[in-house]
């Protein structure tokens, strides 16, 4: 993989080698929080007894299996083995931001965060917070021989932005680089492209080209597990850069030495405040091996798995890879699946013809197989001989103390005298299980035995025990032998390959409320907020009065701390929403239209009544979008919007996932409730985006979709509702009813205040469960937050003081890591305050042989005074954890504005007391990205002339004035060295004090550590 020259130009990249060689240069990742650019990070490894997982600095992975365990039994000999090459550097992560390419490689922002079994590492770059997270996970082999592969975007900025992402693996199984691929669709030997609703679930490479002894088997999981299925999934020949450049394409030609895959998940719209994660699975696969003339290799998930409650993958895919290593042509091959009870075909039909195969070469069978939820479905009987888990299950069922004849005869199915039998000769002649004259059953004979029990009430009691979790495998799972047989028209011999499958148990659930988590606000961290509603499925209508003793509040599985619970029905919290309505506006929907207009005044009414910061936006659409207005606060400049809009002609085809993409440019409150109200009487035209990204888009941005249409369209529009957490209401219902409800559920919420169990900021998202129950019903609903590494805050954050008092604020960094120095800017109201001095804090002095350095001055524009305070650490590395950066002290020359002042007071003694807000008051931090902790860079006199670097004005020193034209030109794409645009000044080479400038196009944070070294150069050093 060392040539690789002759790859043309591709996404700004003129070469793949230069995408190697250069990407660093391409990941522009301006660290804004806590960031130590000059901290070199070791590699970091995550280990268990099946794989290993490595990180290098720069952010490239790998993965291999460990000598720790055998691994799956069907692998043979897995120890120490690659799954992909080398280190992991020729393979890429890609996020599209704006149609501009941004390469997740180069030292990240934020220290790696590593635990047992996960590490993470996180970058910024054009106003976003993008992390990768690889985490061991249990796969299809039921063991923990998965990594989970996240790529998690945050949006942080002011606007929204079009993100895409691409994740390539390199791969490499054992010692061979061109591994053959296979996916659930068949072998792969051409390059080639997958698409859509074409994207297999899974793939997998073989460490041999032999079906009969294929070595390890390294498996990706597409779909199901909790993946995001791509939008598009090539595998191909790496040469063709095919895992490494973003918008390389198949090209249909043979796969050449050198495999490799990529996937894509299309760009779509996230929205301020907004999340998208997208998830892939990579690790050892499993399957089960024939040897014969005939060699068979079956590939499946050989254990289910239990998310959000319901059983994934379900449907899952079984293969059959069947290869001729006889010396004359197989004709007329066939392959036939059986299933036992408790498994159905989804397809194809259970024989699949592969026809002729050529002595050494393959063909390839695949059936779709779901697990029934009633048991039904069965290819084939099932095996109640002594001994086997299907005999076991029966037997627990009839001996189960909750079975009796009602169970039996009616839920059963069995003939009413065959169960009043079973049941009179387990209880014996007393009738009361539990007693001495018990007979219980010991033998599927014995259960023969009696009178009216038969072959087909065998057979309905082995399908109802497997239907109600009788059926066990490992850890209460049940377990299922799928059996293929493969047989050749010239060949006498039937080959046949069988597969356990083991299904854990579901979880019970709470059922009849409908729970939903609103709002997740950590803006008082360690303290987590969180808005919820409480709906009784049956009414409809919101559950009120729980208390704190009804929620059970779960983080990452550990129970949150002292949780407190406020019903927010009474109108004294002020709650924040944003209510977009994506309207229909063709003329069946005239009636709707009309009652909206009639019903809106009164909404909006209810909400500000009840304490609901309410803002309305309205988006119409018909063919396309034909007017957008947002968002106010004024439900009558609402009300004319909808007036007047015109109703559209008939016979157009509506397109309202457009107009969902359009509502999302409206300026949405990252803090607000989101909810949007789609408001159709048609179905909806995939043109531009489809459902599916549609639904993700929602859910990314924390919006809620109510839909209101007829009750047919309920199935067609339910990914939407149900991927956002939103609500469906009759279109037939009255427009009044729909708001009314809507308002109730806006109205009489829940706000949970929680302690998280984890306060230490360490760059992880966070899993927040909520479970309610008043007794008699419950539910449940999940969300997440995502909790930065290292924060700034200011204490004390409250302060009385006297005129004519000093007042001393300290300036405390949270959870740093490797912190060097600090940078702070300040600004205070300089009528009443009066910097007096300012003292290095004992954080950066820590295990330090020599104590900070510090500078720091005052520079003053109109109405406001400018603090910058500057310290470094006195040595090589860089310190951890929380503590005080500077101290620094003012003194209260006069009364602060009078809406601070303390009211009502008559005592003399503190009649001049005022109440001052640090962060308001005196103390502008405006927000994170304005404050910046960091490493000085080396500063010194450019050679080239002989003025100070810094020296904006040349006047022979470096001063405020000169500070003054860097905070002008601060950002500027045209900065320069010297004169009234200057800043341009980092970086630099050379030693103090003769360094060579390098201009780098903006004036930006580097720049500001260069004047500062060169500040504190002129000031103290010479």
Known sequence: MSDVSDVSHVSGVSHVSDVLAGLPRALVAICVLLVPPQVAFAQTQIINDFLRAVVQPNGDWSVGTTGGSDGDADMGDDNDKRLVYSTGDTASTIVEVDGALWVLRGEPCEPVTSTANSVQLTWRFADLIVSRELRFAASTTGNPDMVRIATTVQNVSSRPHSIGVMVGIDTMIGANDAAPLYTDLGIIRDEVDFVGAEVPRQWQAFEVDDVGNPGLTAQGILTGMGATPPDRFLLGYWYHGVGLIYDVEASGERIGPDTAVAMWWDPRLLHVGGVWEVVTYYGVGGGTTVVGDLALNVTS???????????????????????????????????????????SLVAPGPTVFLGDIDPGATAMATWEIRVDENGGGANGPIDLSEGTPAAFAVLDLVNDPLTDVVRLDVQAGLDSRAALNIIAHRDGPDERLGTTDDDLFDSIAELDAVSYVGVVALEKLAAFSIANGYLQGSAGAARYTLEIAAKAINDTEVYVARRDIEVPPIPQSLEGFGVAINTIDIGAFPWVSMLLSVTDRATGHCVPDLDATSFRVTEDGVAMLACEVTEIADGYHVVPADIVFVLDVTGSMAEEIAALKENVLGFANALAGSGIDYRLGLVAYAEGVVAMHGMTSDSSEFRSWVRGQPLEEFGVVENPLDAIATALSLPLRPQAERIFVLATDETYNEVTTTMAQTAQTLAANNIQLVAVLPSELQVAYQPLVVESGGRFFDIGSSFGEVLDDMGEVLINRYRLRCETPTAERNNSWRQIAVEVSDGEKGGEDSGRYFVEGGALRLEPGFVIAAVGSELAVSVVADSVSGLHAAHLVMSFDPSYLELRHVEVGELLGRDASAPPVMNYGVNHAPGRG????????????????????????????????????IDGTEDPAIADDIVLDTDAVYLERSDLSGIRLTAFSHCDVDTRSNHLI???????????????????????????????????????????????????????YKDLFVFTGMWSWFRLDR
């Open 950 to 1004: 810094g020296d904006f004005d040349r006047d022979g020193d470096i001063d405020l004035g000169d500070f003054d034209t860097l905070a002008a030109n601060w950002g500027s794409t045209s900065a320069t060295i010297w004169g009234a645009t200057g800043g341009d000044i980092a970086p630099v080479s050379g030693t103090l004090p003769n360094l060579v400038v390098h201009p780098d196009g903006i004036a930006n």
């Open 866 to 901: 400018i603090l910058e305070v500057d310290v470094a650490r006195n040595h090589n590395q860089g310190t951890d954890g929380t503590g005080v950066v500077a101290i620094m002290t003012f003194a209260l020359t006069g009364e602060a504005p009078p809406d601070l002042a």
């Open 301 to 343: 998930p050989s254990v289910l798995a239990v998310v959000d409650g319901t059983l994934t993958p379900n449907p899952f895919v079984v293969s059959v890879v069947v290869e001729n290593q006889h010396r004359v042509l197989a004709e007329e091959v066939e392959t036939t699946l059986t299933l036992p009870l408790g498994l």
